[in-house]
């Protein structure tokens, strides 16, 4: 018997069936490994992308964070002093004035002025605004996560880096929302004191969101580097 197994084994047609089949199996191991690692390049060039994003929005919204809370500190303490909200005419005590002129001298333009009296005058003005960013026109990117979300390479990452990416992103887009319905309003310049208290409120919303952004995003970057 062992003289048979051995002559089977020991003969030409079993060795080619052998290193065939080895050689078929170890064809598809190795297209199998070479298509996970191809995937797993090009899942990192994704993630790569989407980091950048993500870096590109911070600053953006380091930009217009700045920007945002001088304006809104500027509408918040003119807000007591209006008279008249369609000619925008301010009622307020001279020496009052001139703190808010060198406090913000490019801001604040006057028009005309009507002295009450020693105590208060009427300030017919207008307002030279700096909303110099891009985040005034255009919201945060989301093109490249969305592009991720729609492929298999998101099953390369592990879910407390997916988790991290989707509140970071969900945050951006709810400052958007935020954001574009004052500014709408506040362009239109259809003020009333309900209107600008409305204004104000979401104003002060969307930069209460922007600085909890801004305070976490040094914790996610860290959650993010260890996904890479």
């Given at each position: 018997m062992k003289k048979r197994i051995?002559?089977?084994?020991?003969?030409?047609?079993?060795?080619?069936?052998?290193s065939?089949?080895?050689?078929?199996?170890l064809g598809i191991?190795?297209?199998?490994?070479?298509?996970?690692?191809?995937?797993?390049?090009?899942?990192n060039l994704a993630f790569t992308d989407v980091l950048s994003e993500l870096e590109d929005n911070y600053e953006d919204l380091l930009e217009w964070d700045s920007i945002s809370v001088q304006n809104f500190e500027f509408f918040s303490q003119l807000r007591p002093y209006i008279e008249d909200y369609d000619?925008?005419?301010?009622r307020m005590h001279p020496q009052k004035m001139i703190e808010m002129r060198d406090r913000y001298p490019k801001v604040l333009i006057i028009e005309d002025t009507n002295q009450i009296n020693?105590?208060?005058?009427?300030?017919?003005?207008?307002?030279?605004?700096?909303?110099?960013?891009?985040?005034?026109?255009?919201?945060?990117y989301e093109i490249a996560w969305s592009s991720m979300k729609n492929t298999d390479y998101v099953h390369f990452l592990d879910f407390s880096c997916i988790?991290?990416?989707?509140?970071?992103?969900?945050?951006?887009?709810?400052?958007?929302?935020?954001?574009?319905?004052?500014?709408?309003?506040?362009?239109?310049?259809?003020?009333?004191?309900?209107?600008?208290?409305?204004?104000?409120?979401?104003?002060?919303?969307?930069?209460q969101m922007n600085q909890l952004l801004i305070k976490s995003y040094p914790e996610i970057e860290k959650v993010l580097e260890e996904c890479k």
């Open positions: 051995q002559a089977f084994l020991n003969s030409p047609w079993t060795i080619t069936l052998i065939t089949t080895i050689g078929v199996y191991f190795l297209n199998e490994h070479y298509a996970t690692k191809a995937e797993q390049t090009r899942a000619e925008m005419v301010l020693d105590s208060t005058s009427l300030y017919d003005v207008t307002f030279d605004l700096d909303f110099n960013s891009q985040l005034v026109f255009i919201q945060h988790k991290s990416i989707e509140f970071f992103y969900r945050m951006y887009s709810y400052s958007n929302d935020l954001r574009s319905k004052w500014l709408q309003a506040l362009m239109n310049q259809d003020f009333s004191a309900e209107t600008l208290d409305q204004i104000l409120g979401e104003w002060r919303m969307e930069n």
